[in-house]
């Protein structure tokens, strides 16, 4: 365990469903961040919240829905989804909004058909 | 886009020095080089980082160029375990907001 969690680690869901992600760190960290690998491709930065507050949103579609109740708990909201938004969906965590040694969780798998 | 270029995989002996190039030849003076990896089904771990000068860790030693145009990532006795994806990575800052831009990584296998 790296000190950040994700849950669930696989998820399967239809284009019509809405389901949720989740991400806890206990690790003091004050800014953290959405992240999409999709096959073969470069993880994609799609929001960054820092002291609860979205500081980026990378031109995400509204399907993706991030919520930051508190530093140490971030969501993602899924809702309408497309297939080819099937992809492991990254978590991570900093002190500071960029400061280096970024903690990832180990990813939720999702597959949407 | 990425900062950053790397060759797309690598294979090093078992017990043998891995090194790693990394070229970024945009780099701007204030920006510092980040080593990420990947381990399969899990996400990037840090490695090291660094400005200007050499820096050395308990996992790898981090090479850079005098004219910051490249740098290489040095694993002294790579382990099976060290197979995964390497990204080489220079934060970018954006009207206040850093980020970093990954690219595709190296994909190191380490052999028996």
């Known amino acids: 365990e790296t000190g950040v969690t994700q849950t669930p680690r696989h998820l399967v869901m239809g284009m019509t469903n809405k389901k949720s992600l989740k991400c806890e760190q206990h690790?003091?960290?004050?800014?953290m961040y959405w992240y999409k690998q999709s096959a073969k491709k470069p993880l994609e930065l799609m929001f960054v919240?820092?002291?609860?507050?979205?500081?980026e949103n990378n031109s995400v579609p509204s399907r993706f829905s991030p919520e930051c109740p508190n530093s140490s708990h971030l969501f993602l909201h899924l809702h309408t989804l497309q297939p080819e938004d099937s992809a492991l969906y990254l978590c991570?965590?900093?002190?500071?909004?960029?400061?280096?040694?970024?903690?990832f969780g180990s990813g939720t798998r999702l597959t949407v058909v | 886009d990425a900062k950053t270029t790397q060759p797309p995989s690598m294979d090093c002996a078992e017990g043998r020095a891995a090194n790693l190039p990394c070229n970024h030849s945009?780099?701007?003076?204030?920006?510092?080089v980040y080593w990420y990896r990947q381990i399969h089904s899990q996400g990037p771990q840090y490695i090291i980082h660094?400005?200007?000068n050499n820096e050395t860790n308990e996992m790898a030693s981090l090479i850079i160029t005098e004219d910051r145009k490249s740098s290489t990532l040095i694993l002294p006795h790579a382990t099976l375990r060290d197979t995964a994806v390497y990204y080489c990575i220079v934060r970018v800052d954006t009207s206040g907001t850093y980020k970093y831009i990954f690219g595709t990584g190296t994909r190191l296998k380490v052999l028996a």
């Open positions: 945009t780099i701007s003076g204030n920006e510092y």
């Open positions: 919240y820092s002291l609860e507050e979205r500081v």
């Open positions: 991570a965590s900093s002190q500071y909004q960029g400061s280096y040694g970024y903690t």
């Open positions: 690790l003091g960290h004050n800014a």
């Open positions: 660094g400005l200007k």
